[in-house]
């Protein structure tokens, strides 16, 4: 670590130090003991490769250049090495983005130094590697080639004899940096690659632009200018090509620069490319988005309710099998891949969970039963969030993984622990013009521009499935971000998108249009309540603009055995119906109820029992009872060597309306939401963009101060308080410590130590997280951490007075 990048940046004011935690909060988890540890921090290669993945495109070339150039560059020379590669560098626009560039470089702690001196940060030249392309300087590039080979390679070049012992070519010094020296002239570079033939000069073309590294077999031979014989052979014998490997060459930087005529990027561009696309009427937008929010909400909640019901199965390897998505995509008459979607934010946000290791059950869990009572739009504010922090990733479900395994839905190899980011990055592009439908190209191509470092094949993928997930949940509508979804995206809260989005809801109805065919139709979104009961009562006929629900005996049955009476049944239709019960419906509904329950089944293994004897006669001469091996134990009870729920089944086929009797002769209902598992305490709280708040950053960086104070001076620890150790209740002290935290102030605290021994401390606060505060403690003088529930009080710094 740069002893003058530590005194630069101790000689940063706070509010800049305060600026370069908030973009790079990794430099405070945990607060650094002094400005020497983070500087530490900021260069180390894992932090610099974060901030560099935030980098776009042309500030990105701004460092690369930096990182390329030697010794500090002034920002002259800066600005006229990147003007070969830009159109227009002599505007005023361009200089004003140079400038502020520099600046925002400066904050985040990678280059430092004045405008007339600028410098890379200590660990940047590492992590950047091959910088716009490049290959590495000759010295690097030959640094594994015998001083022998290096004297021969000098020779060739032009800089002196080849039989000098020591591999120093003409004696001037190491031969690497001759090597080095010779390459970086121009006169030396041109006629070297003026000597080659024109094979050998296009595979250095094929180079120059990047990758400079390829493959060839035998790099490490040895040939002289005055012997080679192909074009690899030309190229190695006058260092135009470095063997960095049995099989691998790469051309030093030096040829590089050379070949592309002294520039470093071949073309750039300060601002980033014009968005393609369709413009779209906001408010068009924003309702086509609510109905879509809204029908995503209404199929989640089908689906927990159904799963209520007839849950599927867990797979041995954790997911769900393609013949239950299938089926799930029947009932909601979805594609499957919609299917897979709202099946998966399902599962993320805690509704749904598995009942059990092996041979469990998809199942709703508790947390399910609190969110389907909430309103429609905070239901999909939970759910939308939910999608845009998890790291799963519907869009794969169907294909297949390394090993050519089919990767179901809910199974634990759909995890991206990309995926989160590049949702927020594509919805960036999307707010960064209101009413306006980008194609996928050009939403690709922005992304390209703003974070370089992360392309790739995954990465677009990733894209395109965001944007078709984000239509189908209702962030987006007619593909341009709507209202309530830039809310949702730009953190002003849940419940702000909540706002935004429950105007633009349609309004629930609680009334339906029955027929006399037995349908009842249903002109918009019912009522939760009365959609669930109509759920129970009638099954789904069509959906559409209208559903449809059609009344049948198994229907009105199942409802029955819900614990619903014909009376109120029919009471809830002439309530919720705008035409009176049709004559049909409800001569139905009288005849199932007259016919349900009169036979009662229970275990014997199991039994049927019936106050009409001539019924039980009925049963026992029927051929299909056969096999339920019946036998008669009274003239009201007959018992069976079947299950009870077989034989329910059975004397349904026959046409009977039996239920099932519990061993103490009560009747056994059958609801929806009895059957629930075990999850997640509370639904998910995603987690807050954006880096550390400004109250918490302003604390660390006070905190590190004072420790880069006590570090420098090497000040003794304040001697601990005498008298009796501060005790308060918990709750008024956590309100203290954020309020000294806020301030900046000193706090008096008791602390118990891992040996239960109550201490005194005189602290200054920096932060409160996980259960921990960071804080620098003036009795030890350096920064510590601990644990809150060790805290036994807290008072002013007077007090010890």
Known sequence: MSTEFTEWLRGRSDDQLRALVTARPELITPVPAHVEGLAGRASSPSAIGRVLDRLDRFTLAVLETLAVLPGPVPHRSLRTQLARALPGAADAAFRARLKETVERLRTLALVYGPDGALVPAPGVREVLDCPAGLGPPAVEAFRHHPPERLAELVHDVGGGDADDSNGNGNGNGNGKETLARLLGDPEVAGRLVEEVSPQARAALNELAWGPASGRVPNARREVRAATAQSPIEQLLARALLAATGEETVVLPREVGLFLRGGRIHRDLSAVPPAMEGTARDQGLADRTAAGQAFAFVRAVEELCERWSVDPPGVLRSGGLAVRDLKRVSALLDLPEWVAGLIVEVAHATGLLAASGAVDGDWLPTPVYDGWRVKATEDRWVILASTWLTMDRVPGVIGERDDRDRLLNALHADLRRPAAPEVRGATLGVLAADPGFAPALTSVLDRLAWEQPRRRGGHRDQLVEFTLREAEQIGVTGLGALSA???????????????????????????????????????PGPLTSELRRWLALAADVESTGGATVYRFGERSIRRALDAGQGADEMLAVLERHSTTPVPQPLSYLVTDVARRHGRIRVGSASAYVRCDDPSMLDEVLADRRAVPLRLRRLAPTVIASQTSRQALVDALRAMGHAPMAESPDGDLVLARLDVRRTEGPPQLRVPAAPGGPETDVAAAAIRAVRAGDAAHRTRRPPVAAPSGQVPRSPATETIVALREAIRQGSQVWIGYLDS??????????????????????????????????HRITGITDVTDTV
Do not use: C, K, W
Request: no cysteine; proline share 5%; charged share 20%.
């Open 755 to 788: 040996q239960g021994n109550a201490t005194s401390r005189i602290l200054e606060p920096a932060r409160m997280e996980g259960g921990y505060l960071t804080a620098y403690d003036e009795t030890r003088a350096a920064v510590h951490r601990f644990a809150l």
């Open 484 to 522: 309530h979804g830039r809310a949702l995206l730009t953190g002003r809260g849940g419940g702000t998108a909540a706002e935004i989005l429950a105007p633009l809801l349609p309004e629930p109805l609680d009334h339906v249009l029955l027929q006399a065919d037995l349908t009842a139709v249903a």
